[in-house]
Nanobody, 115 residues
């Protein structure tokens, strides 16, 4: 089992920045990749960014160049640095971890971009 806990969400003005963190615990040795997804009411959860154990990254076109995913293997933590935020980035952001046999999700953290 893997447990995930996000932190760092909040309210920010358009053009501002936030950094989300996702701490993993439990059977972390089994994790092959981690990522961030987001969801707004009435819409499907969508990919934001992923990072493999080896550090390879993948981004949604809508966030490439503004959001950056990184990981600190020593701390078992994945980060999402969000810059130049737009109102359309408003969503609940979920951390995700994929192991050899399962997919895990955190409870989510709200990000609101508004003036």
């Amino acid at each position: 089992q893997v447990q995930l806990m996000e932190s760092g969400g909040g309210l920010v003005q358009p053009g501002g920045s936030l950094r989300l963190s996702c701490a993993a615990s439990g059977s972390i040795f089994s994790i092959t990749s981690m990522g961030w997804y987001r969801q707004v009411p009435g819409k499907q959860r969508e990919l934001v960014a992923t990072i493999t154990r080896g550090g390879s990254t993948n981004y949604a076109d809508s966030v490439r160049g503004r959001l950056t995913i990184t990981r600190d293997n020593a701390k078992n933590t994945v980060y999402l640095q969000m810059n130049s935020l737009k109102p359309e980035d408003t969503a609940v952001y979920y951390c995700n971890a994929i192991s050899y046999s399962s997919i895990y999700w955190g409870p989510g953290t709200q990000v609101t971009v508004s003036s």
